[in-house]
């Protein structure tokens, strides 16, 4: 097996952004987490669509210096 590490370009981001719930949906177990009132493995109640939750993570591209999106 070759195992693969990569820092993401914005080009990328679809792939993170369509994994991150299932990240967040299989660490709610391990943290007590539970979904907010719409249905969305967040810790507030802003987020009511997969699509918002979609936007914000463009900050992980847009700060180079200090957030570093990989994959693996």
Not at 8 to 14: A, L, Q
Not at 29 to 38: D, I, K, L, S
């Amino acid at each position: 097996m070759n195992i693969k590490v990569q820092l993401t370009s914005k080009e990328e981001s679809h792939i993170i952004k369509n994994i991150y719930p299932l990240y967040l949906y299989d660490l709610s177990e391990h943290y007590v987490r539970y979904p907010n009132v719409h249905g969305i493995y967040e810790e507030s109640d802003d987020f009511k669509t997969l699509s918002d939750q979609y936007e914000v993570q463009n900050i992980w591209w847009e700060k180079p210096d200090s957030l570093y999106p990989y994959l693996i």
